[in-house]
């Protein structure tokens, strides 16, 4: 995509302009970022997935049986009808795995990589409701559903702002407002890392939560030396031959820090083992039990799609794709193969996650290496048939 084009989704700048200037920095408010939007999700069936055993949801009672109650999903059938008239909110987690129309909705965020973009949230709140100020450690972009939200924004925050004491949810005990808006369906609001925030439901409202992940520098440093640490032999160690002699044998020299620095140097810095991590790491499924493979062999994979049947990418399957020297690497769900530089182009067509068929595939179907990707992608529940 082109990032000198101007966004309606970024209320008329440019991703470039965005990129330079409000992400992971300050808040935009977008009026209208998607013009007439209408949720593709009732409030009914939003409480309907709460029910579900492998949907993740929370209900949050600002006056329940304590200040801000928090309960847990899945929910019975009847959890919904002894709620009180207003101040609560139900909030339910991932909601683009499970419903194909609003995984769609992230079409509209591909001037930002995929893999950063965690999930979509979306709450749906009776009037008053919300979960209190607090902040969080993503970017998030809010899109109003239905209905109407009151937006607060407030001071910058980190690990030492003050919290209310609550065990399961963090509420700032302090919220310095410096902006509000009211929000209607089609508005959109980001915001950075650690900004304060308050929403609050004005009305019966649905809000979609697109939040976006990074690790955190402690992860990265802790899944990166194990991920090395199993291509390293143990007989490869600190050693210190030509070491000079010590003038008190007690004390550990400035020498032995050098060749700790340059062992460290020659296994951190190899971008091949790092990218190929890192690649590893970001497209880890958030539910990874639902990336199911199926047996398949060869000819069975040729004669359905021979047939007509479509391939789909599975929506909690994680994709992406990197250059590791002179080949390519696809990354599937926390999995890495590398392939050779010929398939660039089907490795963009199986990420781009639009349907897979005889028409888009059949080139690659002919090659060997092509075919066998496919294959290994559909054994390993990334792709899946359409009507599965
Ligand atoms: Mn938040």
Not at 128 to 144: C, K, T
Not at 222 to 229: A, G, N, P, V
Not at 379 to 388: H, P
Request: charged share 25%.
């Amino acid at each position: 995509m082109n990032p000198d084009i101007p966004l309606q989704m970024l209320g008329g700048i440019t991703a470039r302009e965005f990129l330079r200037d409000y992400w992971q920095k300050k808040p935009l408010l977008v009026r209208q970022a998607i013009s007439d939007f209408e949720s593709p999700i009732s409030a009914d069936e939003l409480a309907g997935l709460a029910l579900e055993e492998e949907v993740e949801s929370r209900l949050v009672l600002e006056h329940g049986e304590r200040p801000w109650e928090l309960r847990r999903g899945p929910f019975e059938e009847d959890a919904f009808a002894d709620l009180p008239e207003r101040d609560w909110t139900l909030l339910v987690q991932a909601v683009d795995q499970f419903v194909p129309e609003v995984a769609e909705l992230l079409q509209n965020f591909r001037f930002l990589p995929s893999w950063r973009i965690d999930d979509v949230m979306i709450s749906f709140a009776t009037p008053g409701g919300g979960v209190g100020p607090h902040f969080d450690n993503y970017d998030v972009f809010l899109l109003q559903g239905q209905g109407h939200r009151r937006w607060k924004i407030g001071q910058m925050c980190d690990a030492d702002s003050p919290m209310l004491e609550h065990a399961d949810l963090r509420i700032l005990a302090n919220f310095e407002q410096t902006d509000e808006w009211v929000l209607e369906p089609g508005d959109m609001l980001y915001l950075p890392p650690r900004l304060a925030h308050y929403g609050t439901a004005e009305d019966d409202c649905m809000t979609y939560s697109v939040g976006f992940r990074a690790p955190s520098a402690a992860e990265v440093l802790t899944h990166f030396t194990d991920f090395l640490s199993q291509f390293l032999p143990d007989e490869e160690r600190y050693s210190d031959a030509g070491t000079a002699p010590a003038s008190d044998p007690h004390q550990i020299q400035r020498d032995s820090l050098d060749r700790l620095k340059a062992l460290l140097n020659e296994h951190m810095g190899d971008e091949r083992l790092l990218m190929t991590w890192f690649g590893q790491f970001m497209t880890e499924p958030k539910y990874p039990e639902l990336v199911a493979g199926t047996e398949l062999s060869e000819e069975e994979l040729l004669e359905q799609i021979e047939n007509g049947a479509m391939l789909v990418r599975n929506l909690s399957a994680r994709l992406a794709w990197s250059e590791v020297g002179e080949d390519l690497v696809l990354f599937a769900s926390g999995q890495s193969r590398l392939l050779s530089a010929s398939l660039r182009e089907l490795l963009k067509l199986i990420c781009s996650a639009d349907v897979l068929h005889m028409e888009n595939l059949g080139q690659w179907l002919a090659d060997d290496e092509g075919r066998n990707l496919v294959l290994e992608l559909v054994k390993q529940g990334s792709l899946e048939f359409a009507d599965e």
